[in-house]
């Protein structure tokens, strides 16, 4: 596999579900990105991770967890979610912050 | 905050023709820019990245040029066909203290009919 791949590329769960999604990046890069795109919103920027570590939180709730146990995978915890919840979830990489960012096909969410 | 706004909001124009979309963001102290295409539920497709000591950019027909003193980008698509109809999104980081937030605007939709 090539570029930021993201599983799974559907998910539909109800609000007591606990679920997770995945994001691998191929480039060797340093930094990845969990973004929202909901319907008729610009995408919003919810957390970064820089060689593991966590730089930004962009007061996303705390019915998201993200976790980044390497440089290569980032995945988003969810629990307790929202119907406003639903939106396709977009995780990026790139070489270094303030890089280039790659973007991954996307998982799109539906909260029941 | 960064606000980045992107006119027009939808395109339609006939194959052949060159196209320009505009993009302006409120905070002129920023590192670089992007430029993204989306298909339709899809991920976002890096186009063109211009740093801001350049003034443009070019990949095959794109061109991308950024003023960073009026706040402005423009992208411009020379010769357009029907597989170039996308959502066109510009996205420029949130200052110099934070060049790895990115902003979107909220897209141009393009249709380029044959």
């Known amino acids: 596999e090539t570029g930021v791949t993201q599983t799974p590329r559907h998910l539909v769960m109800g609000m007591t579900n606990k679920k997770s999604l995945k994001c691998e990046q191929h480039?060797?890069?340093?930094?990845m990105y969990w973004y929202k795109q909901s319907a008729k919103k610009p995408l919003e920027l919810m957390f970064v991770y820089s060689l593991e570590e966590r730089v930004e939180n962009n007061s996303v709730p705390s019915r998201f967890s993200p976790e980044c146990p390497n440089s290569s995978h980032l995945f988003l915890h969810l629990h307790t979610l929202q119907p406003e919840d639903s939106a396709l979830y977009l995780c990026?990489?790139?070489?270094?912050?303030?890089?280039?960012?790659?973007f991954g096909p996307g998982t799109r969410l539906t909260v029941l | 905050k960064q606000e980045v706004t992107q006119i027009p909001a939808a395109l339609s124009v006939p194959e052949g023709e060159n196209l320009v979309l505009n993009c302006s963001f409120t905070?002129?102290?920023?590192?670089?820019l992007q430029w993204f295409r989306q298909d339709p539920g899809k991920g976002l497709t890096s186009l063109l990245l211009?740093?801001?000591?350049?003034r443009e950019q070019t990949s095959g027909r794109l061109n991308a040029s950024l003023d960073k003193s009026s706040g402005r980008s423009t992208l411009y698509i020379a010769a357009s066909q029907p597989g170039d109809s996308a959502t066109y999104l510009c996205a420029a980081p949130s200052g110099a203290n934070s060049g790895y937030a990115l902003n979107f605007g909220k897209g141009t939709s393009l249709l380029v009919t044959p």
């Open positions: 905070d002129s102290a920023i590192y670089n």
């Open positions: 990026a990489s790139s070489q270094a912050l303030m890089g280039a960012q790659y």
């Open positions: 211009i740093q801001s000591s350049q």
């Open positions: 480039l060797g890069h340093n930094a």
